[in-house]
């Protein structure tokens, strides 16, 4: 889908689903899902794992080897900085957006998103890349 010449490579939605883990309702929004997309780091964002195994070699990106985590360490600036000069967000209102997520994926070509989303072309590209993100230069 394209718009304004940019073109939707993801969808995410907030909150996942009506209540949390401790059965209260969700506190999770799109600004705390935002936030934690542009100014967070990999291993709390499924996005930004995706973009720094895509991105690894141009802005040399490694995993953090101080601990066993999903965390880019001191690439996670560099991302972010990536993303704020590439990445551009725009959101739709929906009352119940877990009730629609695997529709919209299924009706978008939306080749950053996994979940729901394996006839994608991109996919398994995507899944491999990810996979061999720990064996970074």
Not at 127 to 134: G, L, P
């Amino acid at each position: 889908m394209r718009r304004l010449g940019r073109t939707l490579l993801y969808v995410g939605i907030a909150p996942s689903r009506p209540l949390g883990y401790n059965s209260l309702p969700s506190t999770q929004s799109l600004k705390s899902r935002i936030r934690m997309h542009y100014a967070g780091n990999a291993e709390a964002s499924t996005l930004r794992r995706s973009l720094g195994a895509l991105l690894r070699t141009k802005l040399k990106l490694q995993a953090d080897a101080t601990r066993r985590s999903k965390s880019l360490g001191e690439g996670e600036p560099r991302l972010s900085d990536w993303m704020e000069r590439n990445a551009f967000v725009t959101w739709i209102e929906y009352p119940c957006p877990w009730a629609i997520e695997r529709q919209v994926i299924g009706r978008l070509d939306l080749p950053l998103n996994l979940a729901h989303n394996r006839a994608h072309p991109f996919w398994m590209k995507l899944t491999e890349a990810r996979s061999t993100r720990r064996s970074f230069p």
